[in-house]
């Protein structure tokens, strides 16, 4: 099965309303499948901290 992957929880908003939703739960974050689980990855593009994303 295809997993797809994402950093944030508003990447996952929008995919899932360009998809029509997530059946099989094919779509999730990529620190739910890490060693270190947390909410989502900070975008450093705001932060400007790339080591820590």
Known sequence: MTKILFVC???IRNIQRIVGG???RKIS???DHSLRPGPEVADPWYTGDF???
Do not use: M, S
């Open 22 to 24: 997530a059946p099989d």
């Open 29 to 31: 974050l990529l620190l």
């Open 9 to 11: 929880h508003g990447n």
């Open 51 to 53: 080591d820590a994303a």
